[in-house]
């Protein structure tokens, strides 16, 4: 693998991606970083063996350039970057929100660009990443972006018009298992038991039941069905979940972070 590869605004997925590359085969040589701070790029170069440019500086060398800064900060990265990079530069996006076309917009005529959402589980190699081609992007490109993204998980390609609710999905999926979890261990604790035993019960139950709708090939209500007997435990517990709305409020939450990623695609940041 000898195209160099630069990751703009290392941060925690950043680092999880290029982690991941130098495992799955990629040479630390060929892999180009930027940071903020100094410091933080050191500390890249440090650990991973990988190379500090500036900004500008990977725009004129890398042959790929994955941007990962905050969505309210990718329009003065392109301010930045749009003078560097040739038109035969893939450039790949990994910020919620923006479409292809605002990269399209602000660099050269016929640069291909990708836009990627990857999630938090990329820090331990089971992201799920969605990737969408921009109006000049090939089939080659995607195959690119699905290569260096499945070095941290699984990908899937959609179409650009579905981002938002992918975002709304998976991007900011693990946070709402998180939330959930956290609620349960609660519940434990009112129940009797101490928050670490309480924490083991629930993480490796979720676990349990996130392989087996990964592997059995059952709808999850099936899967359901077979733990709820009749007038037995989870069939009142269920009951108590419908009765407060949580299905309810899980649709609504997941509309507000599909129109929250919409916001953001406008340039709206409040």
Same mark, same amino acid.
């Given at each position: 693998?000898?195209?160099?590869?630069?990751?703009?605004?290392?941060?925690?997925?950043?680092?999880?991606?290029?982690?991941?590359?130098?495992?799955?085969?990629?040479?630390?040589?060929?892999?180009?970083?930027?940071?903020?701070?100094?410091?933080?790029?050191?500390?890249?170069?440090?650990?991973?063996?990988?190379?500090?440019?500036?900004?500008?500086?990977?725009?004129?060398?890398?042959?790929?350039?994955?941007?990962?800064?905050? +969505?309210? @900060?990718?329009?003065?990265? !392109?301010?930045?970057?749009?003078?560097?990079?040739? %038109?035969?530069? *893939?450039?790949? /996006? =990994?910020?919620?929100?923006?479409?292809?076309?605002?990269?399209?917009?602000?660099?050269?005529?016929?640069?291909?660009?990708?836009?990627?959402?990857?999630?938090?589980?990329?820090?331990?190699?089971?992201?799920?990443?969605?990737?969408?081609?921009?109006?000049?992007?090939?089939?080659?490109?995607?195959?690119?972006?699905?290569?260096?993204?499945?070095?941290?998980?699984?990908?899937?390609?959609?179409?650009?018009?579905?981002?938002?609710?992918?975002?709304?999905?998976?991007?900011?999926?693990?946070?709402?298992?998180?939330?959930?979890?956290?609620?349960?261990?609660?519940?434990?604790?009112?129940?009797?038991? +101490?928050? @670490?035993?309480?924490?083991? !019960?629930?993480?490796?139950?979720?676990?349990?039941? %996130?392989?087996? *709708?990964?592997? /059995? =090939?059952?709808?999850?209500?099936?899967?359901?069905?077979?733990?709820?007997?009749?007038?037995?435990?989870?069939?009142?517990?269920?009951?108590?979940?419908?009765?407060?709305?949580?299905?309810?409020?899980?649709?609504?939450?997941?509309?507000?972070?599909?129109?929250?990623?919409?916001?953001?695609?406008?340039?709206?940041?409040?």
């Amino acid at each position: 693998m000898s195209q160099k590869v630069a990751v703009l605004g290392t941060g925690k997925i950043g680092e999880a991606l290029l982690s991941g590359m130098i495992r799955a085969g990629w040479a630390p040589a060929d892999l180009l970083v930027t940071a903020r701070r100094p410091e933080r790029a050191e500390e890249l170069r440090a650990r991973h063996g990988v190379s500090p440019v500036t900004n500008t500086e990977a725009a004129k060398t890398a042959d790929t350039l994955i941007l990962t800064v905050k +969505p309210q @900060d990718m329009g003065t990265l !392109l301010d930045e970057l749009a003078p560097h990079i040739p %038109a035969d530069r *893939l450039v790949i /996006s =990994g910020a919620a929100g923006i479409p292809t076309s605002f990269f399209e917009e602000r660099l050269a005529t016929g640069t291909p660009v990708v836009r990627v959402m990857t999630n938090t589980p990329a820090l331990v190699d089971e992201a799920m990443s969605v990737i969408s081609a921009g109006s000049h992007a090939t089939a080659e490109h995607l195959a690119h972006a699905e290569e260096i993204f499945g070095a941290v998980g699984k990908t899937l390609r959609v179409p650009e018009s579905q981002q938002d609710a992918c975002t709304a999905l998976s991007g900011s999926g693990p946070a709402y298992f998180f939330y959930l979890v956290e609620a349960m261990t609660d519940a434990g604790i009112l129940l009797g038991l +101490p928050r @670490d035993k309480a924490h083991d !019960l629930i993480v490796q139950s979720a676990i349990g039941a %996130a392989v087996m *709708l990964r592997d /059995s =090939g059952e709808h999850p209500v099936k899967l359901r069905e077979n733990v709820t007997s009749p007038a037995g435990t989870t069939i009142n517990a269920i009951r108590e979940l419908e009765n407060h709305g949580v299905r309810a409020a899980l649709i609504a939450a997941l509309e507000a972070a599909r129109d929250r990623s919409r916001e953001l695609a406008s340039g709206k940041k409040d």
